[in-house]
């Protein structure tokens, strides 16, 4: 099966390395403005093939997109220290206004992995742009597996082991739902009282706030985020390529918020196959609500701006 990705910067690069160890694709093609660019990070992921899973990496125009079952889109400019994922929306709407035609022309029976931030609202002016195809965010994937880690580390455990979902925005709205979070199958609280470790209101508090801060964290220590992300969009695409079914946190056009957000959906080949709304505290339901709002005003205001 082959991926395509469009933008060959820190995040395209590094999912084209994480797609490659781990065996997901057989053929990988990647694509940006800046051909040699492309070629250069094409030609340094191909040499991890021989020693990983062989797949083959190659560079070129978007023509060479055709026959992608997926395409990642990571095109865009990146988020700088003391900048918000919202900040960077009219200047990468307007990337995607004059990209996504040249995708869907190569490849218009590809899933279009969204990554570009904010991801949300390019998530849904992408659906606009490609009707008919299936358009997916990033969404919280990352976001939940943050949260994952950080409540992992408190408990002492493989975060493999560790079950819970951020929803909304990625970004400063996202919700952080308690109510779905699990550590070997019990609570978060029970597991902690099981083991006789500390479990208190601020340590909850700080687990929330580091799951989202974590982008600016990174960012103000190394400039940009992208082993996390680069991985995240590795399983996401294999998720759809193998037709697996798997329940991810990924973004779309959710009609009930009146907006793209991130909440549990089954992925199959065909993209999104359902979506399931957890059983959320009140505090949670209206939570995700701001952060819906949050998302709707966004999006109106890209709308409102007079297009060139």
């Not at 455990?157 to 699990?182: I, K, M, N, R």
């Not at 199959?268 to 995700?288: H, N, Q, S, W, Y």
């Amino acid at each position: 099966m082959k991926v395509g990705i469009v933008g060959a910067g820190l995040v395209g690069a590094t999912a084209a390395y994480a797609l490659t160890l781990r065996g997901s694709c057989s053929e990988i093609v990647l694509t940006d403005v800046d051909g040699e660019r492309a070629r250069a990070e094409a030609q340094d992921v191909a040499h991890a093939a021989p020693v990983s899973h062989g797949a083959r990496v190659t560079s070129g125009d978007p023509d060479e997109l055709r026959g992608s079952a997926v395409v990642i889109v990571a095109a865009g400019a990146n988020q700088k220290p003391g900048e918000s994922r919202l900040d960077l929306l009219q200047k990468n709407a307007a990337i995607f206004r004059d990209l996504m035609g040249q995708v869907t022309a190569a490849a218009p029976g590809a899933t279009l992995l969204i990554a570009t931030n904010p991801v949300d609202v390019l998530t849904g002016l992408s659906a606009e742009l490609a009707p008919g195809q299936p358009v997916i965010g990033s969404g919280t994937v990352l976001d939940s597996a943050r949260f994952r880690h950080l409540v992992a580390a408190r408990a002492g455990v493989d975060a493999t082991h560790v079950h819970g979902y951020v929803l909304g925005e990625h970004g400063d709205s996202a919700v952080v739902a308690w109510s779905t979070a699990a550590v070997a199958g019990l609570p978060v609280a029970e597991f902690m009282a099981a083991r006789g470790l500390p479990w208190t209101p601020e340590i909850r508090a700080q687990i929330e706030a580091d799951t989202r801060g974590a982008a600016g964290q990174i960012i103000a220590g190394k400039r940009a985020t992208y082993y996390g992300i680069g991985a995240a969009l590795a399983r996401i695409a294999e998720r759809i390529l193998d037709d697996r079914r798997a329940v991810l946190t990924v973004s779309a056009p959710t009609p009930e918020f009146g907006t793209s957000l991130s909440l549990p959906r089954v992925l199959g080949r065909a993209g999104v196959l359902d979506t399931i709304v957890p059983a959320l505290t009140e505090e949670e339901r209206a939570a995700l609500g701001r952060s819906a709002g949050i998302l709707r005003e966004a999006a109106a205001a890209l709308n409102a701006e007079p297009q060139p």
